[in-house]
Antibody, heavy 122, light 107 residues
C-alpha cells in the first residue's frame, strides 16, 4: 500500500527558506506514469497546487511561486523535496505531498500524505 | 489560470437524502475534472476523476457528471461519514486549479 510521509521543520522564520521532504513507502518513485507533487492549504482555506517533479528530475511549478520554488527528487532514497525561499506569513499552511497521475501533464491526485503544518514566525 | 467556482458554499442534508454539488469552469475542460473529499484534520481523498470515473475503493453512491462547463458530484444517499468538505480540481489546463470547496453539513 502506497504511503507518503512529509517531514521537516514546523516553524520557519520570515525571509528564510522552507524545506520539506516527502518519503514514499510501498512503491517506487521511479515510475513513468506518475508525477510527485506538493499542494498546500492555509488554515481554514482551500487547496493550492505548488508544483511537481518527475522521477527524471523534470519539474513543473505554479507560476505564482516559481521565482521562489525548487522541487527535486532523489530516486535512490525514494524521496522528493520542496524548497520555498523568502517565506512570509502568506506561506503558512498545511503542506501535503502527493502522487499525481500522469495524463500528458499534471493530473489528478490519487494518493496524499497526511500533511505537515508549517508556521511562519520570528 | 482557470477559475473553478463551486456552489453552494455549504449544503445541509439529512442522512439518506440525495446531495448534488456543482463546480463550474471558466472554460471547457474535456472531462479533465476530479472531485475530492476532505474531513477535518485529514488529507483530501480522491472520489472521482475524468468527470465520472470512480477509484475502486469509492462507494457507488458517489457519482460525477457534466453538462458543458458545469460539473456535478452526486451523493445518492448521504451517509453519516459523508459529512465533509468537497473540492473539485481541473487538470485540463496548466496550472491545475481547485474550487473553493462545498461543505456538506448535517441538517
Amino acid at each position: 500500500q502506497l504511503q507518503l510521509q512529509e517531514s521537516g521543520p514546523g516553524l520557519v522564520k520570515p525571509s528564510e527558506t522552507l524545506s520539506l521532504t516527502c518519503t514514499v513507502h510501498g512503491g517506487s518513485i521511479s515510475s513513468s506514469v506518475f508525477y510527485w507533487g506538493w499542494i498546500r492549504q492555509p488554515p481554514g482555506k482551500g487547496l493550492e497546487w505548488i508544483g511537481s517533479v518527475f522521477y527524471s528530475g523534470s519539474t513543473s511549478y505554479n507560476p505564482s511561486l516559481k521565482s521562489r520554488l525548487t522541487i527535486s527528487v532523489d530516486t535512490s532514497k525514494n524521496q522528493f523535496f520542496l524548497h520555498l525561499s523568502s517565506v512570509t506569513a502568506a506561506d503558512a499552511a498545511m503542506y501535503y505531498c502527493a502522487r499525481q497521475a500522469f495524463c500528458g501533464g499534471d493530473c489528478y491526485i490519487d494518493h496524499w500524505g497526511q500533511g505537515t503544518l508549517v508556521t511562519v514566525s520570528s | 489560470e482557470i477559475v473553478m467556482t463551486q456552489s453552494p458554499a455549504s449544503l445541509s442534508v439529512s442522512p439518506g437524502e440525495r446531495a448534488t454539488l456543482s463546480c463550474r469552469a471558466s472554460q471547457s475542460l474535456n472531462r479533465n475534472l476530479a472531485w475530492y473529499q476532505q474531513k477535518p484534520g485529514q488529507a483530501p481523498r480522491l472520489l472521482i476523476y475524468a468527470t465520472s470515473s470512480r477509484p475502486t475503493d469509492i462507494p457507488a453512491r458517489f457519482s460525477g457528471g457534466e453538462s458543458g462547463t458545469e460539473f456535478t458530484l452526486t451523493i445518492s444517499s448521504v451517509q453519516s461519514e459523508d459529512f465533509a468538505v468537497y473540492y473539485c480540481q481541473q487538470y485540463n489546463y496548466w496550472p491545475t486549479t481547485f474550487g473553493q470547496g462545498t461543505k456538506v453539513e448535517i441538517k
